[in-house]
């Protein structure tokens, strides 16, 4: 369990942010929720999900969830919320960069018939902001041995180095946090902390829900339209997967590497909310990308 630990989750208003804080919070955490949605103010993806929202729901899972609203672009914003963790608990063990920006990517275009305005915003929202905020972050984390950053990504680094992510910007926004993973590990393993880049399958987000016009209780309806849905899995899925990481007293071993909520599944036990153990990664390999007929059976 997670009780007396605190951990920052940067990027929790909706999606996989909010399913890893709410777990994190079911292991007894506390839990700092940032985002720059809050019940006042919406941030440009123009979304009803808010920070307090998703603070409420740690709270009910059992852990403490402190909402800020902050722009992880902005240093001075990511200074004052790392001074402020410090002052109120005097430590940091987890961090997680969740931030990415995915709603401006424009797919199966070349990069001269792309809005470099929404690419380069992208890249921002991807990368700066872990960097800015690990920057900040870290030197918090590393008062203590133990400390665990968790690079959020799409993709794990066997596939993404096999497969092109349809579009210039998403493929190099979601490579060089990989990468990002693997450099922080570097600089953290002499202080023995771990830093690594995980990746939920088919997230079943709010964004994703919306978009097929379903909810979490009639998913799936959506797979009449996209029969490979049917592998799809709840932001709850990879907040196992980072709890799990969390209370593993050896969590060196993944010092660096990239990982996936269905390969974890598989070593920690952990279920997705159904009770299933959906394997995202190995069934678009295997099923989706070969062409084959949408079937889960032996992937979940």
């Known amino acids: 369990m997670l009780q007396g630990k605190v951990a920052l989750v940067a990027g929790a208003t909706r999606g996989a942010g909010r399913g890893i804080a709410t777990e994190l919070g079911v292991a007894g955490a506390t839990v700092y929720v940032t985002g720059r949605t809050?019940?006042?103010?919406?941030?440009?993806?123009?979304?009803?999900?808010?920070?307090?929202?998703?603070?409420?729901?740690?709270?009910?899972?059992?852990?403490?969830?402190?909402?800020?609203?902050?722009?992880?672009?902005d240093p001075t914003q990511v200074q004052a919320l790392v001074a402020r963790i410090d002052s109120e608990q005097g430590r940091l063990d987890l961090l997680v960069n969740d931030i990415g920006g995915e709603y401006l990517a424009e797919f199966n275009k070349p990069v001269?018939?792309?809005?470099?305005?929404?690419?380069?915003?992208m890249l921002r929202?991807?990368?700066?902001?872990?960097?800015?905020?690990?920057?900040?972050?870290?030197?918090?984390?590393?008062?203590?041995?133990?400390g665990l950053v968790v690079e959020i990504t799409d993709g794990t680094a066997e596939y993404n180095d096999k497969n092109y992510r349809l579009s210039?910007?998403?493929?190099?926004?979601?490579?060089?946090?990989?990468?990002?993973?693997?450099?922080?590990?570097?600089?953290?393993?002499?202080?023995?902390?771990?830093a690594v880049a995980l990746t939920p399958g088919w997230l079943r987000s709010e964004i994703m829900l919306d978009s097929f016009g379903v909810s979490e209780a009639n998913w799936q309806d959506a797979t009449a339209k996209e029969p490979h849905f049917v592998i799809s899995e709840t932001p709850r899925y990879i907040g196992r997967a980072v709890a799990s990481l969390a209370q593993d007293p050896d969590v060196a071993r993944w010092s660096g590497q990239s990982l996936s909520s269905g390969q974890l599944a598989q070593v920690y036990g952990f279920r997705d909310l159904?009770?299933?153990?959906?394997?995202?990664?190995?069934?678009?390999?295997?099923?989706?990308?070969?062409?084959?007929p949408a079937d889960a059976t032996g992937y979940r």
Not at 39 to 61: G, H, K, Q, W
Not at 278 to 291: H, K, L, M, N, S
């Open 168 to 194: 210039l910007f998403y493929d190099l926004a979601k490579t060089s946090v990989i990468r990002m993973a693997w450099a922080l590990a570097q600089e953290l393993q002499p202080l023995q902390c771990t």
């Open 112 to 121: 001269w018939e792309l809005s470099l305005d929404r690419g380069l915003r």
């Open 38 to 73: 809050t019940s006042d103010r919406r941030s440009e993806y123009n979304r009803p999900e808010t920070i307090e929202e998703t603070a409420d729901l740690v709270n009910r899972a059992g852990g403490q969830g402190i909402p800020i609203p902050v722009d992880h672009l």
């Open 125 to 146: 929202l991807a990368i700066e902001t872990h960097i800015i905020t690990s920057h900040f972050a870290l030197p918090l984390l590393i008062k203590n041995p133990g």
């Open 274 to 292: 159904d009770g299933s153990q959906p394997d995202a990664w190995r069934y678009i390999r295997e099923v989706a990308d070969a062409g084959k």
